[in-house]
């Protein structure tokens, strides 16, 4: 970790990492176990929670976005063929600090494995969502009946205007406290996640 101390070093960190330990079964479609009941996103959030009640470390303020939306995204066995390097690839996509890292990992793992599969690629593009979640104090993205429902901690960067210009189009609602939907036909069924990200960064304070 000491020599490794730039943005976006934390692919170098995953791959030595890769020479001290592995990681289990957790990866592509086919899972099992306590994860095939929770799914990876929310039983990676999970364990982390638990590593820092152990260490004592969690703040009333912190944001670790629960995102519950349906998507494609996994990384295929003959891109990565090592099981162990592939959870940690996975680790490194979904922890991006900011917008700028996740852009350099995606570029990494372009340069490293070649060009970027779909599943792959959602699993970036998710990156970025996690990220914007995080700026604009979002606790929890999920899909509701016809909604996708943002559960806002706090709105200190979020622009009121852009919220209310959603809601002034038909597009948006307020259910109730800082809980905010956007309909889910607002975006195109294959687009959901390039939608999404767009729309966080539209409602991101300048």
């Known amino acids: 970790i000491e020599e490794h101390t730039e943005l976006g070093s934390g692919f170098k960190i995953a791959m030595k990492d890769l020479e001290i330990r592995g990681a289990g079964n957790l990866l592509g479609k086919d899972q099992s176990g306590v994860i095939s009941d929770v799914g990876i996103e929310l039983y990676s ?8 009640k152990v260490k004592g470390s969690i703040g009333e303020e912190e944001i670790e976005p629960l995102i519950d939306i349906v998507f494609n995204g996994y990384i295929p066995d003959d891109y990565i063929q090592e099981e162990k390097e592939r959870f940690s690839i996975y680790k490194v ?3 991006a600090k900011d917008t700028h890292e996740a852009t350099q990992l995606s570029e990494q793992v ?4 070649g060009k970027i599969p779909e599943p792959v690629e959602n699993l970036i593009k998710m990156s970025f969502i996690k990220v914007l979640c995080k700026k ?3 606790r929890e993205l999920k899909e509701k009946d016809q909604y996708y429902t943002l559960d806002f901690i706090h709105q200190r960067n979020v622009d009121t205007k852009a ?4 809601i002034q189009s038909g597009r948006g609602k307020i259910f109730a406290g800082k809980l905010f939907g956007i309909k889910r036909e607002s975006f195109s069924h294959d687009h959901v996640l390039d939608g999404m990200r767009s729309f966080l ?4 304070k300048n």
């Open 136 to 138: 604009l104090g979002i």
């Open 110 to 113: 372009k340069d490293r494995y």
């Open 93 to 95: 996509i979904m922890r």
């Open 45 to 52: 959030k999970i364990m982390a929670e638990a590593v820092k």
């Open 201 to 204: 960064e539209s409602i991101l």
């Open 163 to 166: 919220i209310a210009h959603t």
